[in-house]
């Protein structure tokens, strides 16, 4: 890898490779031990593989290519039940295109047109992060998403150390990715450390990768190597890495006992604010905050967006009915009941 590839700037980033039976870093040797949720697991009310490819379409991806296991009739049913989906969903079963084989990454590579995404479905995200992968991607860079075990990133997954380059002229740091120790795999409540001490942070199985990366692995002909950990490793050798704190958008890895039941928090802490400072001073500590609480049990009861729409509506209804008497009493109960008309189209 000592080769330096031409680095281009490439058209914004509109493909997505979505992997359903592996993580992105899984080698040949981990798919087989490594316990994944399945696809069709619930969060929020929606399966993962449902949050992943509408969250991906929010974000703006239009293409998403789907690496299916034996559950592709079942996911295909869902996508096709709901109207929700606009981007073009492509296909390929793993039989024929495994994730650990450099082959695949070779022919997905001769495909795609300037970057792609690579997620796993076992990790729930913000369009937002999306959106931010996408505008960092375009620039012919690989582009990660790293934080800590306990923001909720794989254990397992590469560790990454960012030192400060000392070459004159060049301001960027350099990037170099680490495996874990045994012992933090083996650990969740141990923070990985490297010599001299602090955290090193991970890779979250959410990356974009240049085309010209995405099938390094086999022209480099290197053998039982995670394909997309090495074309990571020749974008660190380039120079051409960049990261995105996790801390700035949300993202959780789902695997784990816990792993679901975290998630479901994280996306209702996600309901408690708005990005961009617009919510007012109710919004913000009133609304947002009761709206958490009914949205925890509308998911049990598993009702429906719109749904919950036609009750707010009701409710607001109603609320207007009361302030016909004209008296104060009437007033303030059709005050209430409206306010909590907005609570619940806050849902």
């Known amino acids: 890898m000592d080769g330096i590839l031409k680095q ?62 034996k559950e592709e009739p079942v996911l295909r049913e869902l996508l096709r039940e709901d109207s929700r989906l606009q981007a073009a969903v492509r296909w390929l079963p793993v039989r024929e295109f495994p994730p650990h084989d450099p082959q695949t990454w070779e022919a997905l590579a001769d495909e795609v047109s300037g970057a792609c995404m690579v997620v796993g479905c076992h990790t729930v995200f913000s369009p937002s992060l999306v959106q931010r992968l996408r505008q960092e991607g375009a620039q012919g860079k690989a582009v990660v998403v790293i934080g800590h075990s306990e923001e909720g990133y794989h254990i397992g997954n590469p560790g990454v150390v960012i030192k400060q380059d000392g070459v004159e002229g060049r301001t960027a740091p350099s ?10 795999t083996m650990e969740p409540a141990s923070p990985s450390k490297n010599q001299d001490g602090p955290r090193l942070s991970i890779v979250g199985d959410l990356i974009v990768l240049p085309c010209r990366l995405l099938g390094i692995s086999g022209v480099l002909h290197a053998s039982g190597t995670n394909p997309l950990r090495l074309a990571l490793e020749q974008a660190a050798v380039e120079g051409t890495v960049q990261t995105i704190p996790g801390a700035t958008h949300w993202f959780r890895d789902v695997r784990g006992p816990k792993g679901p039941k975290l998630a479901e928090q994280t996306l209702v802490r996600s309901l408690q604010t708005l990005q961009g400072g617009m919510d007012g001073l109710v919004d913000r500590y009133i609304n947002r905050k009761c709206s958490g609480l009914l949205t925890q049990l509308f998911l049990k009861l598993r009702w429906t967006p719109n749904t919950i729409t036609i009750l707010s509506m009701v409710v607001g209804l109603v609320a207007a009915g009361f302030f016909i008497p004209g008296s104060w009493e009437y007033a303030l109960i059709g005050a209430l009941l409206f306010q909590l008309s907005v609570i619940i189209d806050c849902c």
């Open 8 to 69: 281009e700037t490439t058209d914004a980033v509109d493909t997505a490779i979505l992997l359903t039976s592996s993580g992105v870093f899984a080698s040949a040797s981990m798919e087989t031990g490594e316990m994944l949720p399945s696809p069709l697991t619930r969060v929020g009310g929606m399966t993962l593989f449902q949050r992943a490819v509408f969250t991906l379409q929010r974000g703006g991806i239009s293409q998403i290519w789907v690496l299916a296991v």
């Open 175 to 184: 990037v170099f990715f680490r495996d874990p120790p045994v012992a933090s």
